[in-house]
C-alpha cells in the first residue's frame, strides 16, 4: 500500500469576485472568503479514494502559507486525511512564495515521509502557474502525469487517463510518481461531522521552509497586477437589416 | 484570476445551474398543460368587458405595439401558473414601464370596466398572478429600475418589477442585501412579493415585508396614483396605509414603486445540513439552535425524506449525507467567523454527542453552501416533475408542525398518489405540505381539501402562511379569518376598487 502526500493551498473562494489592489501590487485578501483550491481537494479527495479502497496506507495532506492555512489541512483531514503538515510561511515571505519554492518543500516532504505517490491540483486558482506538479516531478526525478482525469494504481505502478486537446491520453507510471488532478477526476465529498470533530484530534506538524533546508528567495518579481479589460457594451438593433448593415459598416461581413 | 473565472463557469457548467433551471423551466411549455381554469373549476365569469379592437388600439396607442403583445404563443406563458395547476385565456399582454402608463391603463380599464390581471414574476403557488378567464395581463417586467441604495441608512428604491435576484446582486456592490430570500429569487419581482408579503428563508432572522417595506407608491383602480414612498424608518402620520397592499395580492392596487429597508450582507455565513431520526428531535434541535446560536441564527429549515428525494431523483441532485428520516438546515449569518464557527460547532457537536442529530455537514464555502441550499429551494420545481401538485402551505403550532404529514397519508393511504411529504419553514412554524399525483383528479382533491383546512383551523393555525389566498383558496378563507374582519376586507375592497376590476376571482369569497 502506497504512502500518499497531498497538497493543499488556501486561496479565495472561487464564488467571490476579485478585485485588484489600487497600487497594483496584488489582489486585495483581507476580509475576503478563502477555501481550498478546488482542485486541490479533488486531490484530496482521489487519496481519501484510495484509501478507502485499500490502495493507500496513509495519507498526509501539506499546506505552505500563514497560520489560516490550516484551515485548508482541517478541511483535508475532515475529508480522510490522516495527518497534516503546516509549513508555515507568512507575511512578505508568503507573498512572493512562488512554485519552485513550494515544489522544494514538497519534494522535501515527500522524501523524509517515504512517499510513493504525490497528488497535487493542477494549478491554484489565484496564480494559475499550473507548475508545481511539474518542478517537484524536477526535483525529485519521478514520473509525472498532469491533468488526470482517472487514477488507477496497481501494485507498483499508477494507471492515468490525461485529458489532453481532443481526448483522452493513457499512461502508466513506475511509483514513486506524481499525478496532476485535474476537473473530472472526481466530485468532492462533503465532511461530515463526525468526521470533522475527529479531524480535530489528529495532527499537524507545524515547519519551516528552514527546518526543511529550502531558501525562499523570489526568482520572479511580480511587476503589475491588473483587471482584465472590460467588455464594451453591447447595442440593441431594432431587425436583422440593421444588424447587417451595422456588421457590414465594422468590417464584419 | 481568470482561472477563477473559468472554473467558475466550469463548476456552474458541471452543477447544472439552478437559476436558469428556474428561468428556463418557467417559459417551457411543453404538452402539460393544465386544464383551462374555467372548465376545472365551478367559477363564472364577471361581468367585464370583452376586449375589443378598439381597446387594444388605445393600449397600442400608449405603449407601443412591442408593448402590448396578443400572439397566442406569446400569451401563453402569462395565462399559466409556475406549477402548472391554472390556465386563462387572456390574449392580451401589456407591458408599462413607467407609473403613468400603469396609470393611463387602470383609468381606461375602469372606465371601461376591463378586468386586469396584474403580474409580477408569475412565480406566486396560488393561481393569484394569472388570469382566470380573459383578463388583460399587466406585467410588470419592464418595470425594473432601481433608482437609489443608500450605503448608510441600507433604504432601497426602486420600481416594481425588478427581479428579486437583480436587486440582491445591486445591493452586494453596497454591502448590503434584501431583506428577504427564497427560491424563486431569480424570476420573481419585488412588486410580486410585496404583494404576496412573500416570507421565505430568512423570516425567522430578518422579519417580514411588513417590518421591511418602508413605503410604496400604489395605483389604484382608477389610475390614481398614491404616493406612500416613505424612506424613513419612523413615520406615525395617520393610519398606516401602505401595510393594505401588503399581502392584498393585486386585489387593491398596483404596485409600482417599493423603498426597501435592507440588513448589510454578513461577513460570515455558515450553514449546516443534518440528519435526524425523528420529528421530537428537529424540535429539540430547534430549541437548542435559538438558545445556543440566538443571534446568529439566520435560518432554520427542515425537509422530510420523501421531499428530498425530489431533488434527489427527480432533479439528480446530490446530498451529502446518506438517508435519514429527517434533514434541518441550519445557517448563522454573523460578523466574525471565528466567533460563529466556534459557536455552531460546538452546537453541533454537543449535538451530535447527546444524539439528537445522527450526521450532518457544515460548510462556510460559498458554493457548497449553494449546494446545499439547492436541496431546499429547488423542491417546488423538484416536485413539478412528479405531476400534478396539490401545494399547501400552513402555519401550525410548532408541536403539530409535522402532524399533517401523518394524517395526511393515513387519510390518502387507497388513493392513487405519487408522494406525499412536508418540508418548509420550520422556525417560522410554517409547513409546505404537498400531495402529488400523475395527474390532476377531482377525486383526490374532494379527499384532500376541505380536509386539511379543517385540520388546520382545528389547531388553530393558518391555512395560508406565506403564499397567500390567490384563486384557490378563497372560499376557505374562512377557516382562518372571522366573518367580521372578512366583511371589512369587502368594504375596503369596493372603497378601492368599486367596480372590481383588479384581480378578479381572487383573495375574496
Ligand atoms: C420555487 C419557488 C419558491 C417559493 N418560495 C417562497 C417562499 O419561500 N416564501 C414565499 O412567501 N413564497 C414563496 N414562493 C411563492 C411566492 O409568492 C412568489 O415566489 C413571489 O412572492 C411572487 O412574486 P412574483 O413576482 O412572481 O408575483 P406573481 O406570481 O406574478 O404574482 C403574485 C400575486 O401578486 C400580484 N402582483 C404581482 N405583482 C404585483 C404588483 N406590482 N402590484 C400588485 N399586485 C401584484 C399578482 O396579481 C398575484 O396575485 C415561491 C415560489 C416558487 C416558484
Known sequence: MARVLVGVKRVIDYAVKIRVKPDK???????????????????????VRLKEKKLASEIIAITCGPAQSQEALRTALAMGVDKGIHVEVSGPEYETLQPIHVSKILAKIAQNEKIDLIILGKQAIDDDSNQTAQMTSGFLDWSLATFASKIEKGEKDVTVTRDIDGGHEVVTLKLPAIVSADLRLNEPRYATLPNIMKAKKKPIQKLSPKDLGVDTTPRIKIISVEDPPTRQAGQIVPDVDTLIAKLKEKGHC | MLTQMIIRKLFNLRNANKRNNLKLSQRCFSSHLPELTKNRYSVKRGNYAVLTEDHKQFF???????????NPDECLSYNVDWIKNVRGYSTCILKPKTTEEVSNILAFCNDNRIAVCPQGGNTGLVGGSVPVFDEVVLSTSLMNKIYSINDTSGVLVCQSGCILENIDNALEEHGLMAPLDLGAKGSCHIGGNVSTNAGGLRLLRYGNLHGSVLGLEVVKADGEVIDLLSTLKKDNTGFHLKHLFIGSEGTLGIVTKVALQCPPKPRAVNLAFLGLQSFEHILRTLKRAKQELAEILSSCEMIDASTLDVCTDNLKLK?????????????????????DQEKLNKFLEDAIAEEYILDGTTTNEINKMKHIWDLRERITEGYTKDGYVFKYDVSLPIEKFYSIVPAMREKLANEDTVRISGYGHLGDGNIHFQVSAREFSQQLLKKIEPYVYEYTSDLRGSISAEHGIGFRKPKYIHYSKSSGSIKIMKQLKTMFDPYGILNPYKVLP
Not at chain 2, 60 to 70: A, C, E
Not at chain 2, 326 to 335: A, C, K, Q
Request: net charge negative.
Open chain 1, 25 to 47: 501590487t496584488g489582489v486585495v485578501t483581507d476580509g475576503v472568503k478563502h477555501s481550498m483550491n478546488p482542485f486541490d481537494e479533488i486531490a484530496v479527495e482521489e487519496a
Open chain 2, 319 to 339: 446530498s451529502p449525507l446518506s438517508q435519514y428520516p429527517f434533514y434541518m438546515l441550519i445557517e448563522t449569518h454573523g460578523s466574525n467567523n471565528e466567533h
Open chain 2, 60 to 70: 397600442i396607442d400608449l405603449l407601443g405595439s412591442t408593448r402590448v403583445i396578443t
